[in-house]
């Protein structure tokens, strides 16, 4: 990967592209087509190529649109290559921090929360250590918590064990009565059901509403 931040080297093309294709899919065109400045949030996110597909899918959609974009994760390796790959996001939007504390959200709240991949089946937290679902249990409750009322929940998982997973945690926590389910789409239902791209994506999106 290039050192130099003006040119970064990107070897998320394809992720992105991906990724892209889902936003399209399933973010609801009504958050979009919204006018001003809205607020997404990535947790969890890794090298956050979400970042830079919702923010050149929302310049394509309505230039009168503003994406305020920030990106939490444990990870220090995930949240500096995610300074690299979204060049048109202020590098301190990136933070090395734990979802479980809900003060890690800052104060105001999300017009759009995004989860990609949590992981729970094997309850990882980092690529490389052990975790558990305590842990997806309190960031799910604290993203609820966190959406602005109208906003959205977009969570995607790499197969339909995954997101029932996710739906089952879901419906535990106290605050879900103030979701509605907009998508539940799986790679048998859906157009996610691509193959042989070489590289983990996702095969579900799970899109919910706050009321
Ligand atoms: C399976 S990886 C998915 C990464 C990326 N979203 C993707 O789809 O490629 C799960 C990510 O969640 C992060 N994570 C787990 N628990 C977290 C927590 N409490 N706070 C912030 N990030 C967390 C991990 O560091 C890891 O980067």
Known sequence: MSDNPETPFDPFVKQRRWYTEILTNYLPIELLQRN???RAISIGGAE?????ALIELAKIINPGLNIYFEALDLDEGGIRKSRRM????????FKVADATDIQSFG???????????????????????????ENWNTIFQNSIDKLSPGGY??????????????????????N??????LHLNSNKTSSLSKKGT??????????????
């Open 86 to 93: 979204n060049p048109n996001v202020p590098a301190e939007n």
């Open 176 to 181: 879900f009565p103030e979701l509605q389910i």
């Open 48 to 52: 956050g190529l979400e970042g830079q």
């Open 107 to 133: 104060l105001e709240p999300w017009d759009l929360i995004i989860i990609r991949n949590p992981n729970l089946k094997t309850g990882v937290i980092t690529w490389k250590e052990g975790g558990g679902h």
């Open 198 to 211: 070489g590289f983990m994506l996702e095969r579900t999106a799970s899109v919910f509403r706050k009321l």
């Open 36 to 38: 001003g400045t809205i």
């Open 153 to 174: 929940l977009f969570i995607t998982n790499y197969d339909e064990d995954e997101q029932q997973l996710t739906l089952d945690m879901l419906k535990s926590e106290k």
